[in-house]
T-cell receptor, first 115, second 112 residues
Framework: GAVVSQHPSWVICKSGTSVKIECRSL??????MFWYRQFPKQSLMLMAT?????????EQGVEKDKFLINHASLTLSTLTVTSAHPEDSSFYIC???????????FGPGTRLTVT | GNSVTQMEGPVTLSEEAFLTINCTYT??????LFWYVQYPGEGLQLLLK?????DKGSNKGFEATYRKETTSFHLEKGSVQVSDSAVYFC???????????FGKGTRLHILP
């Protein structure tokens, strides 16, 4: 139990276009979902925290107009990278919390390459 | 601020060798400490955790002890297997319901 999926697993897009990444909790309802970004040989950096039905809370330095997060249901959160540029190329990872359980369950990540 | 520092990788060992991956942290208050593991092609999984000083977390033969006096949470295993090859992340949570702060990760290669 407690499986989190991400789609797509990798995506290549052209500079200036937008790309959407989905994060789904497959067998539980996720009250809170998190989006992380990971650069090569770097740690996971939290980008934002989202709760179902409310606006996401972004970490300092993260552009909320560029990285749009929608937590539309208890099993789905989406991250949209708008007007992507090569510097947005990275590995994006989501995680989800189940109810009052403090543990976070992680998705396998999405590799974004902007050309 | 809160931060986690872990040893640089990659670490390469032969099967059945003893493993230690060092991790130290900086935090205010009394954080919870974690080790996560990421196997190739999979998401991060919680390997073990400790929520207060002197607690020992253990799972799958791995152990780590919460040492407040040295602000450390080193990961150990007495006899590693090829299947332990993965990336290991040390992490902390300042508060139980708060965000998780990760170290950079240590890639482990076990040779048969």
């Amino acid at each position: 139990g407690a499986v989190v999926s991400q789609h797509p697993s990798w995506v290549i897009c052209k500079s200036g276009t937008s790309v959407k990444i989905e994060c789904r909790s497959l067998d539980f309802q996720a009250t809170t979902m998190f989006w992380y970004r990971q650069f090569p040989k770097q740690s996971l950096m939290l980008m934002a925290t989202s709760n179902e039905g409310s606006k996401a809370t972004y970490e300092q330095g993260v552009e909320k107009d560029k990285f749009l997060i929608n937590h539309a249901s208890l099993t789905l959160s989406t991250l949209t990278v708008t007007s992507a540029h090569p510097e947005d190329s990275s590995f994006y990872i989501c995680s989800a919390k189940r109810g009052l359980d403090y543990e976070q369950y992680f998705g396998p990540g999405t590799r974004l390459t902007v050309t | 601020g809160n931060s986690v520092t872990q040893m640089e990788g990659p670490v390469t060992l032969s099967e059945e060798a003893f493993l230690t991956i060092n991790c130290t942290y900086t935090a205010t208050g009394y954080p919870s400490l974690f080790w996560y593991v990421q196997y190739p092609g999979e998401g991060l999984q919680l390997l073990l955790k400790a929520t207060k000083a002197d607690d020992k977390g253990s799972n799958k033969g791995f152990e780590a002890t919460y040492r407040k006096e040295t602000t450390s949470f080193h990961l150990e295993k007495g006899s590693v297997q090829v299947s332990d090859s993965a990336v290991y992340f040390c992490a902390l949570s300042p508060n139980r319901d708060d965000k998780i702060i990760f170290g950079k990760g240590t890639r482990l290669h076990i040779l048969p």
